[in-house]
């Protein structure tokens, strides 16, 4: 039998016909992700299985360093076939890794191979992969088809002028590419040079001479009806913890008139001016009923040698452990208390936290749809399927599994689909294995819709978004870019 068979991960009778019934034909709701829209837009061609599977993925690259391999196979100048060598040689090495069953994974889903990958294996593997790389099936948009993706939400700066995505709308694609709203420089007073850097591009995106305080807010609304205008419903931010020291408009405005100066701004200043922003975001997502996700807890860039060699995104990222709760639980407060807290997911990245974000979200709970305030699947860290399930068991306890929107890819890699595979079996695991025990009725037609649900058509109502398959509408003609 190959490793990758149609049971995997599957340990019980009940297990294997909660997911080949009900699990495994849904289709991808994909509703955050970092793949690139210029790719899917040009419905790129990936000209060897370096491109698509090896070229900016930080999570192989880790692996391979653990594994002594030189940086000239991971980022530096080695030649592509030389790279998945390199790689090749790491994955026997990655047994209890979830990498290694990402990579036999991905191998049998796209390429049909269920040889394991090693040295020997492969010049084999290497060559048949190129081979299915070089038919349309496999394109950008091949995989999307292939994978029956029926919205993908990019993850997109506010001052990106979203060609791609109109670009992608305009081609009659069956799946829907739309953008996500990303303000995280908006908040960074504290690295004054980037952030007037920032600013510029702001003002020009939105024609708007950013002259104080005022008119950055007004450039900012501006793009974020822009984005609306795209089809966009989702904010997204990626924060060490929620900012809480509120402040007034004219102690936030001080402070930006100081980073605008390129002067120093204090610590105390920046939580001051980023629990400002954050507020503001917060109040602009819920007026046009966005969705806003919060990325919390992820220590980035902890080796600064390397960042300063590589830069950011390239395999120094760590787990954080700042205190989350009161910070949290301030913010949407604030927002809950001006009738402005949009729906929430809130990822969080350091299991010690579980518990904490899923108690949390039943304090916001408000009745208004199912699952407004919603604690996001395992993230980053946390993708693989012991911290899939640990997130699952603390929802489970603390709040309503069967309302949970799912997995994402929150993934730069095209191979990244069979994420969703992953989880499926994950979950379906669980559950049957609670069915057996006898910890939940074994009635089929009780939790068969739960996991069908679970899989595609919880994100599917909770977003609402308002085009094509998702809203049940007509589809309408993008706006174009001034």
């Given at each position: 039998m190959p490793f990758i068979h149609e049971d995997?991960?599957?340990?019980?009778?009940?297990?294997?016909?909660?997911?080949?019934?009900?699990?495994?034909?849904?289709?991808?709701?994909?509703?955050?992700?970092h793949i690139s829209p210029r790719d899917v837009a040009a419905n790129r061609q990936f000209k060897n299985l370096f491109e698509i599977w090896l070229e900016g993925d930080h999570y192989k690259w880790r692996a391979m360093r653990t594994n002594g391999v030189a940086e000239c196979f991971c980022?530096?100048?080695?030649?592509?076939?030389?790279?998945?060598?390199?790689?090749?040689?790491?994955?026997?090495h990655a047994l209890r890794n979830p990498l290694y069953h990402w990579t036999h994974l991905e191998l049998k889903r796209y390429f049909g191979i269920t040889d394991l990958l090693d040295?020997?294996?492969?010049?084999?593997?290497?060559?048949?992969a190129n081979e299915k790389l070089a038919t349309p099936e496999l394109t950008a948009q091949g995989?999307?088809?292939?994978?029956?993706?029926?919205?993908?939400?990019?993850?997109d700066d506010p001052v990106d002028n979203l060609e791609h995505h109109r670009a992608f709308a305009s081609q009659g694609h069956p799946t829907k590419m739309l953008p996500a709203f990303r303000p995280d420089w908006a908040l960074t007073v504290n690295q004054p040079a980037g952030f007037n850097k920032w600013v510029e591009q702001l003002a020009a995106a939105s024609n708007i001479d950013i002259n104080g305080f005022s008119a950055f807010l007004t450039a900012l609304r501006k793009r974020h009806d822009f984005f609306h205008a795209q089809g966009c419903r989702l904010s997204d931010h990626g924060l060490n913890y929620c900012f809480s020291d509120f402040c007034s408009d004219k102690a936030a405005a001080a402070i930006f008139d100081k980073a605008r100066r390129g002067e120093?701004?204090?610590?105390?200043?920046?939580?001051?001016?980023?629990?400002?922003?954050?507020?503001?975001?917060?109040?602009?997502?819920?007026?046009?009923s966005w969705t806003k996700q919060l990325h919390i807890g992820a220590l980035r860039s902890a080796n600064t040698r390397r960042l300063k060699q590589l830069g950011p995104d390239t395999g120094f990222d760590s787990i954080g452990d700042w205190p989350q709760c009161s910070a949290l639980a301030a913010y949407l407060d604030r927002l809950d208390q001006e009738n402005s807290l949009p729906k929430t997911i809130i990822y969080n990245v350091n299991p010690a936290d579980n518990y904490a974000c899923a108690a949390m979200i039943g304090n916001f709970q408000d009745g208004t749809i199912p699952g407004?305030?919603?604690?996001?699947?395992?993230?980053?860290?946390?993708?693989?399927?012991?911290?899939?399930?640990w997130q699952m068991n603390a929802l489970s306890n603390l709040g309503?599994?069967?309302r949970f929107i799912g997995m994402i890819t929150d993934s730069r890699s095209f191979m990244s689909y069979p994420r969703h595979e992953y989880f499926r079996r994950t979950l379906c695991n669980l559950i049957g294995r609670d069915m057996e025990s006898g910890l939940i009725p074994n009635e089929e037609k009780l939790v068969g819709p739960m996991i069908r649900n679970i899989c595609y058509a919880n994100a599917k109502q909770y977003m609402a978004f308002p085009t094509g398959e998702t809203a049940g509408g007509s589809r309408r003609s993008p706006v174009r870019a001034k």
């Open positions: 995997f991960l599957l340990s019980t009778k009940t297990a294997r016909k909660l997911y080949h019934q009900y699990a495994e034909t849904e289709p991808i709701f994909d509703y955050h992700c980022t530096g100048q080695a030649g592509p076939f030389d790279k998945f060598k390199a790689w090749a040689a790491t994955v026997p040295e020997k294996t492969a010049d084999k593997i290497w060559k048949k995989i999307l088809k292939k994978f029956k993706v029926k919205v993908v939400c990019t993850t120093f701004v204090s610590p105390p200043e920046h939580g001051q001016f980023a629990s400002f922003m954050m507020l503001f975001f917060g109040q602009l997502d819920a007026k046009k407004k305030i919603q604690f996001g699947s395992g993230w980053w860290f946390l993708d693989q399927k012991e911290a899939m399930e309503l599994l069967s």
